[in-house]
């Protein structure tokens, strides 16, 4: 098929396609080693971060309903997410999460926006908290905007879909 007949395939330079999955990476080991104000750093100004709801009894192209969210926030809510958690009275996260991000299935597109790039992936997370010997494997697609920048790379929009209906997780103190 022509690229020109199908703009949904239209894929990117590898060495773009390389640039996000080495930021995608980045922002997953960030996470992952309790560096979150660095992480923050990769957020741009116009940051939306949602967990819209997902329905089981829909169909499967109605399940995801993205008028209503487990989470939908800018970059100022994250911030307030980051300064409660570092007041050690965020109980979500008392004690903090150990947590191990597996992304992969990397998908990069190009945009209408000459400096802004479409990411798909898929993300595994491995959470466990304390000494408890409980743990969470959430998993989840993941789509990204992604802004390039002089600065590097920074995410302008993430949209996760959670697979689960129903989270076995008591709480979503993490970033997925």
Same mark, same amino acid.
């Given at each position: ?30 996470? &992952? ?39 939908? &926030?800018? *970059? ?55 000494? &408890? ?34 989270? *076995? ?8």
């Amino acid at each position: 098929m022509n690229t020109a007949e199908a703009p949904d395939t239209l894929t990117v330079t590898p060495a773009t396609h390389t640039l996000v999955a080495q930021f995608l990476a980045h922002e997953a080991r960030l996470l &992952d080693e309790a560096r979150e104000e660095e992480w923050f750093e990769l957020l741009d100004d116009d940051l939306l971060y949602t967990v819209p709801s997902r329905q089981s009894t829909a169909p499967r192209d109605t399940e995801v309903d993205r008028s209503a969210w487990r989470i939908r &926030d800018t *970059k100022a809510h994250i911030r307030t997410r980051l300064a409660r958690q570092n007041t050690g009275h965020a109980y979500s996260e008392v004690p903090p999460s150990r947590t191990m991000r597996l992304v992969g299935s990397i998908e990069v597109r190009e945009t209408s926006e000459a400096d802004v790039v479409e990411a798909y992936s898929a993300l595994l997370l491995y959470r466990q908290r304390g000494i &408890d010997v409980h743990f969470d494997l959430i998993p989840c697609r993941r789509n990204d905007r992604i802004r390039l920048t002089a600065a590097g790379p920074r995410l302008l929009s993430r949209e996760v879909i959670l697979t689960e209906t129903s989270l *076995k997780t008591a709480n979503l103190g993490v970033f997925l």
